[in-house]
């Protein structure tokens, strides 16, 4: 509960997060919800603190100042306690202002996850008479409506969704506040308020990641960003990986072909250890590389007499559980054959869901295509096919 001394800092963040989270309903004040054994506070407190050096004032419901202030952890917050609107809060926010400061921004907790980088630019746009606010434009088709009606287009050129940290300068921020207390008056943001009262604004680029947490979806997407950029820190960024598998198989003298998961009456079979499904095995090929897990000898070889003469799906159910297990989702798979048989498309919607049902859904395209008489596949003598499978990292709970 110390300030920075004040003659540090020029500039304030406000934190409003003294809100109920009356749409989130999550059995807490929103602030205090978990995001990833973390709370949506002590994530706004991370980007705060890694912002422009400032005072903060952290706004919070009564009786859980302590627990905010054990939530900042040894970070100088100034706790207060809010109001049963957020104008009030933000009003018992700016009583706490140090001395010395000079631009006060002010942001809501709810906005868990911005980027560092909004705080320091809309500070230094902030000037004498000029409020600023991050903003994003408007991307959806817009209406304006009455009950069920559809009245009349909207320019959305025109419209921007406005965001926090809302900065203005301090001496102008308190009067328009004075002056919104005096009148009785609520308005729907900071910047609203400081426009009543004659103040300027203007907007910089805000940012996706600095949406607001108002619903339970909100609050899954907020968690789905974490887990993702918290897998497998040691690499890095998290970024996909590519994985490409060949098979070819000659044609035996009987038997019944069997190839992408299905079976071609007519067809003379592929000779292999398996049921040389040449397709599955090149898609298995294909995910284990992308994921870095070896090959199809290793996980299905001679030395596992139990795939002998096992199905493709099966090989390829398996390999998409081996991926699970070591933290990887498949994005999609894509394959062709080469070969003047068996003619192939009208039965490839049948094998490319036959193909991703056994790889637990994700998609799998089908191609097929002669070459011209040319080589092995055009002698008719088999089949070679090329894979090629995308995956990335997955959270591991
Ligand atoms: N806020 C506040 N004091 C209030 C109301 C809101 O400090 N009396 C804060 C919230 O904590 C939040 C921000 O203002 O960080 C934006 O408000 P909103 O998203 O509406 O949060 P809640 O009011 O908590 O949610 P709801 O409206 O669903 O109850
Ligand atoms: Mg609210």
Redesign the pocket.
Known sequence: MTDLPAPLVRTAVIV?????????AAGAP??FVPLDGRTILEHALDGVFAATPAQVIL?VPAGLEAEATDLAADRPVRVVV?????Q??VAAGLVALAEGVDTVLVH???RALTPPAQFAAVAAAVGPGVGVIPALPVVDTLKRVHGEDVIAPVDRAELAAAQTPQGFPRAELLAAYAQAAEQGVEYTDDAALFAAAGGAVRHVLGSEEAF?I?TPHDLERARMILSSSSQHPAEGPVVPRVGIGTDVHAFAAGGTLRLAGLDWPGEPALEGHSDGDAVAHAIVDALLGAAGLGDIGLHFGTAHPEYAGAHGEVFLARTAEILAEAGFAIGNVSVQFQGNRPRFSARRTEAERTLSAALGGAPVAVSATTTDGLGFPGRGEGIAVTAVALVHPIALS
């Not at 409003?16 to 989130?24: E, I, K, N, P, Y």
């Not at 809010?82 to 957020?86: A, M, S």
């Open positions: 409003v997060a003294a809100g109920s989270g009356t749409r989130l929103k602030a706004v809010g109001g049963d609107t957020r009030r809060s809501d907790a709810a607001k108002t």
